[in-house]
Antibody, heavy 122, light 107 residues
Framework: EVQLVESGGGLVQPGGSLRLSCAAS????????MSWVRQAPGKGLEWVSA????????YYADSVKGRFTISRDNSKNTLYLQMNSLRAEDTAVYYC???????????????WGQGTLVTVSS | EIVLTQSPATLSLSPGERATLSCRAS??????LAWYQQKPGQAPRLLIY???NRATGIPARFSGSGSGTDFTLTISSLEPEDFAVYYC?????????FGPGTKVDIK
């Protein structure tokens, strides 16, 4: 059974940093691209970042480029999102999501974690 | 960035009725469109990808159609568990984008 479990969310002041983690199990983690998708309270979904299975290719939304860094440790089956220079508008539930296919970045998300809430406020 | 527009914003229907949800793209996305269902407090669930392919385990009452800029998600006969918010998503161009959602609620 595929499981994705996020952690690391919390309350942080504007300008602060936070690192999210997503522990994966039930599939060959290194074979699949992974993404972070966020949802502001009461709002819709916004794709944030993606990383290839090997970790060699990374992609970012313009809204986070230069501030967020996606990475993965395939030996630990874990995905990360390092978030720096946080702003109030980054407040959201952050989901990690698995790509549906294992041979390229496809960006159809067939499994999602339960999400972790990041609140940026003074 | 490709903008997706969904209509209607809210659809009020009764169990057993047919639901037709629309998603329109600001430019052609070919068939690179997916549909997700989200219930309160839960993560989204992939229903349809590549415009018309049902994801694993999705009931046959869910179907998708369309190409280019106009897409439709049809739920042939609403079950009580189908009342939720539905989002479309494109992956034709970077960045992948989502529509604002259609809420299907009980009439």
């Amino acid at each position: 059974e595929v499981q994705l479990v996020e952690s690391g969310g919390g309350l942080v002041q504007p300008g602060g940093s936070l690192r999210l983690s997503c522990a994966a199990s039930g599939f060959t983690f290194s074979s699949y691209a992974m993404s972070w998708v966020r949802q502001a309270p009461g709002k819709g979904l916004e794709w944030v970042s993606a990383i290839s299975g090997s970790g060699g290719s990374t992609y970012y939304a313009d809204s986070v480029k230069g501030r967020f860094t996606i990475s993965r440790d395939n030996s630990k089956n874990t995905l990360y999102l390092q978030m720096n220079s946080l702003r109030a508008e980054d407040t959201a539930v952050y989901y990690c999501a698995k790509d549906r296919t294992d041979h390229r970045i496809q960006l159809w998300f067939d499994y999602w974690g339960q999400g972790t809430l990041v609140t940026v406020s003074s | 960035e490709i903008v997706l527009t969904q209509s209607p914003a809210t659809l009020s229907l009764s169990p057993g009725e047919r639901a037709t949800l629309s998603c329109r793209a600001s430019q052609s996305v070919s068939s690179y469109l997916a549909w997700y269902q989200q219930k309160p407090g839960q993560a989204p669930r992939l229903l349809i990808y590549d415009a018309s392919n049902r994801a694993t385990g999705i009931p046959a009452r869910f179907s998708g159609s369309g190409s280019g800029t106009d897409f439709t998600l049809t739920i042939s006969s609403l079950e009580p568990e189908d009342f939720a918010v539905y989002y479309c998503q494109q992956r034709s161009n970077w960045p992948p984008t989502f529509g604002p959602g259609t809420k299907v609620d009980i009439k």
